[in-house]
């Protein structure tokens, strides 16, 4: 994560663009567009300033995700690199919701497995046998991706500095536990109104969503930030994005794991 010469006060800035575009629902051109060698360093301190302007209105930490993990989607955003973004509390929604689409800009909804963390994990030194040891459960969930960048016109840059490209998430009732599913293996199927829009494998993530938990834990640790007990982690996408609006419906299968219902009024 190189960092540039940027300062504070542009990354306040920037971040500061990218809550207003957030509270308005008003899409802002790529920060690429003006800063074409945007490092990841000065993309992440962006990140936490627009997720600090959101915590001074109110909302708290409750997890993390793991964005950009699986091709379907790398291809759909020529992104060929992970990233990782703060879930908020005001983000959450229980399985069976309806969420009004115009509080959101251009949502696509992305299939994937939660890990409910029992036991902070702290890298460096994160593989997979610690990720399922430190998971209570894991769970079916959707994500519904949005982006404040407009026509989702973005590089790793843009997605980072948005909170990798961050929307709201539900979350299933139905929990088992880790060692109980293999997790590289089960199947996911997503019908949309009723029609298949969707089938992948846990695999997708990273080769195994555990090792998508690792690689965030392990770059969480150069950063000295822990995953912590009590956290949910999402895990990323198993297959390609699928865009929603008002009066679509959701609903997806995990086998082994349960399944997650959502629609937007």
């Known amino acids: 994560m190189n960092a540039t010469d940027m300062t504070p006060a542009q990354h306040a800035a920037l971040g500061d663009a990218l809550y207003a575009a957030w509270l308005e629902r008003m899409p802002i051109a790529p920060l690429t567009s003006r800063l074409p060698e945007l490092a990841l360093a000065d993309a992440y301190r962006i990140q936490q300033h627009y997720i600090a302007r959101r915590m001074a209105a109110g909302a708290v930490v409750v997890g993390k995700k793991i964005g950009v993990t699986s091709k379907a989607v790398q291809d759909m955003l020529d992104v060929r690199q992970p990233d990782f973004g703060m879930l908020l509390s005001d983000m959450q929604y229980a399985s069976g919701a309806a969420i009004a689409a115009n509080t959101l800009i251009q949502p696509r909804a992305e299939g994937e497995i939660a890990f409910y963390l029992h036991r902070d994990l702290r890298g460096p030194g994160v593989d997979r046998a610690a990720v399922l040891e430190a998971t209570e459960a894991v769970g079916?969930?959707?994500?519904?991706?949005?982006?404040?960048?407009?026509?989702?016109?973005?590089?790793?840059?843009d997605t980072v500095a948005d909170n990798a490209s961050s929307g709201v998430y539900v979350l299933g009732s139905e929990r088992v536990a880790p060692h109980d599913v293999d997790l590289g293996a089960c199947r996911m199927r997503i019908e949309k109104n009723?029609?298949?829009?969707?089938?992948?494998?846990?695999?997708?993530?990273?080769?195994?969503?555990?090792?998508?938990?690792?690689?965030l834990a392990n770059t969480l640790g150069e950063l000295g930030m822990p995953l912590l007990a009590g956290e949910v982690v999402l895990s990323g996408a198993l297959a390609a994005l699928i865009p929603v609006g008002a009066g679509d419906r959701l609903s997806m299968r995990i086998e082994g794991i349960g399944g997650c219902e959502v629609s937007f009024v």
């Open 194 to 215: 009723g029609v298949n829009a969707g089938e992948g494998v846990g695999a997708a993530a990273l080769g195994h969503p555990a090792d998508a938990v690792a690689w």
């Open 140 to 157: 079916a969930c959707f994500e519904i991706v949005d982006s404040r960048i407009r026509d989702w016109a973005i590089r790793i840059g």
